[in-house]
């Protein structure tokens, strides 16, 4: 049988000559393995007698341990020297420029969104929400528009199949059923804008099937008609950042205020160009009114104690005057060349709020 020495000194050598992982790997299947020197030595112990096998045993123990262990440390040492070789290759020249960041742009519905946000935020307005897919109670019933009213078909609405809590499901056709849930969610006061998208079934230059829209309520025991015209002026001025904004009410229908009226802004429309901000036409803009008592009381309120306005504004047309775009079915082609023009800087919001 070779003695122990002799296999120590070999392997230990074999061991030390293993040049990569995987030599080192192959030493420690074929070596420790079943077929390896170790394995034969123990088995040669079962025919030596008691005493020299106990201390044969403990040897070969020690023997195999030792093994493992330069295994184990010739592995590190592989491991190390391939890192050193690496880093000393793979070198990082720090004074290079960085490669520019391509940046993300804002798409300028989700400007506006922002900016009328801000304004209205100022005048103590919270934002709510409310879902896509409404029912036609929320979307017209609760706001006195009863299956029979021709403002239903007027809407061009897009039923959805199947019922919800007995009601028809419809994609909302404006942002005006935000109105009642809020009403329906909480008590007076209230005061709240609603921005979000709005479907109807109509599609040219100046229609989108999907369009957006943001809702305004306040509800509470004195709100007037005066207010609702301040706070809208004031607005709209803030928003086209054009001091003397001409604005006009003109006296309107919606079944849901009463009364109603609609609201003008000055322009001129010269050669087919249109300005903003001065001469002696009208361009409309937004829907407003008192909520109607018949609206309040749908929602549980006492109408007789409490009152107050709503409004609702197209959010493309708004952002079309304020930015120059002149095509309404670009804002949802998702051209990024589109985007890169009219986009905005993702840092450009903050230094419309007061104080920042
Ligand atoms: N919901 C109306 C529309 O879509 C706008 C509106 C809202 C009018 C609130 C009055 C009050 O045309």
């Known amino acids: 049988m070779e003695s122990i020495d002799a296999v120590r000194a070999d392997l230990l050598a074999l061991i030390e000559d293993a040049e990569s992982l995987d030599a080192v790997e192959q030493l420690r299947i074929e070596e420790l393995g079943k077929k390896g020197r170790i394995t034969g030595l123990m088995r040669g112990l079962a025919s030596l007698p008691a005493e020299e096998r106990r201390a ?40 290079l ?36 897919i409404e029912d036609d109670w929320h979307n017209f019933t609760a706001l006195n528009i009863p299956p029979e009213h021709p403002a239903r078909q007027e809407m061009d609405t ?52 999907m369009f957006h829209q943001v809702e305004g309520l306040i509800v509470d025991e004195a709100t007037h008609m005066g207010h609702l015209k301040g706070c809208l002026i004031d607005f709209l001025r803030a928003y086209f950042a054009v001091d003397e904004l001409p604005v006009r009410f003109r006296p309107s229908y919606f079944p849901f205020t009463e ?53 609702g504004m197209g959010l493309e047309r708004i952002t079309m005057l304020k930015y120059g775009i002149p095509d309404l079915r670009t804002f949802f082609e998702s051209d990024l060349r589109w985007l890169r023009h009219y986009g905005f800087a993702a840092l450009a919001i903050p230094s419309l709020v007061r104080g920042e």
């Open 259 to 311: 009364p109603s009226a609609e609201v003008d802004i000055g322009c001129t429309r010269s050669a087919g160009k249109l300005e903003i901000g001065h001469g002696s036409d009208w361009l409309e803009i937004l829907g407003c009114g008192m909520v109607n008592p018949k609206v309040l009381a749908a929602c549980g309120i006492d109408a007789g104690r409490y009152q107050g306005f709503a409004f």
């Open 56 to 95: 044969q045993g403990a040897a070969l123990n020690v023997l195999k341990d030792e093994i493992v262990a330069a295994l184990d440390r010739r592995r590190t040492r592989l491991e190390d020297e391939a890192l050193d070789r690496r880093l000393v290759t793979e070198r990082v020249d720090i004074t």
């Open 158 to 209: 897009f039923y959805l199949p199947g019922e919800r809590d007995g009601h028809r499901v419809v994609l909302r056709t404006h942002t005006s059923p935000v109105q009642i849930r809020t009403m329906v969610a909480s008590p007076p006061p209230l005061r709240i804008i609603a921005p979000g998208r709005t479907y109807r079934c109509d599609s040219d230059a100046t229609h989108s099937p």
């Open 97 to 132: 420029p960085p490669r520019p960041e391509s940046a993300g742009f804002i798409h300028p519905i989700s400007q506006t969104i922002d900016e009328v946000v801000a304004i209205f935020g100022e005048m103590g307005f919270a934002v709510a929400e409310g879902p896509d």
